[in-house]
């Protein structure tokens, strides 16, 4: 069964910085992409990074240049390397990945269980 592992939230000043890891286990035939989303407090989930097979990148406007997505060596972990951390990046960040299963020639969306960040003045 496939799975997301999430870990590297927590506790940052304002100006800090983060890094969030995410690991995709079980039978794994492809993964077609990987992002983050997050969930601010009271508002809806939105798309903050992703990373493509290609390894092109899309980043949300709000944390383009302090943000950095990349796939790990094996290609089934994603980071998140968080700079210049603001109050308003505080929320649960949630891995995401399109994952066709070994079992399956159809690809299915996973999450993972999410992280709190939050961002202190």
């Known amino acids: 069964q496939v799975q997301l592992v999430e870990s590297g939230g927590g506790l940052v000043q304002a100006g800090g910085s983060l890094r969030l890891s995410c690991a995709a286990t079980?039978?794994?035939?492809?993964?077609?992409?990987m992002g983050w989303y997050r969930q601010p407090p009271g508002k809806q989930r939105e798309l903050v990074a992703a990373i493509i097979t290609d390894s092109s990148t899309h980043y949300a406007d709000s944390v383009t240049g302090r943000f950095t997505i990349s796939r790990g060596s094996g290609e089934n972990t994603v980071y998140l390397q968080m700079m210049n951390l603001k109050p308003e990046d505080t929320a649960v960040y949630y891995c995401n990945a399109n994952i066709i299963p070994a079992t399956s020639y159809v690809d299915y969306d996973y999450w993972g269980q999410g992280t709190q960040v939050t961002v202190s003045q």
């Open positions: 079980g039978s794994i035939l492809r993964i077609n992409a």
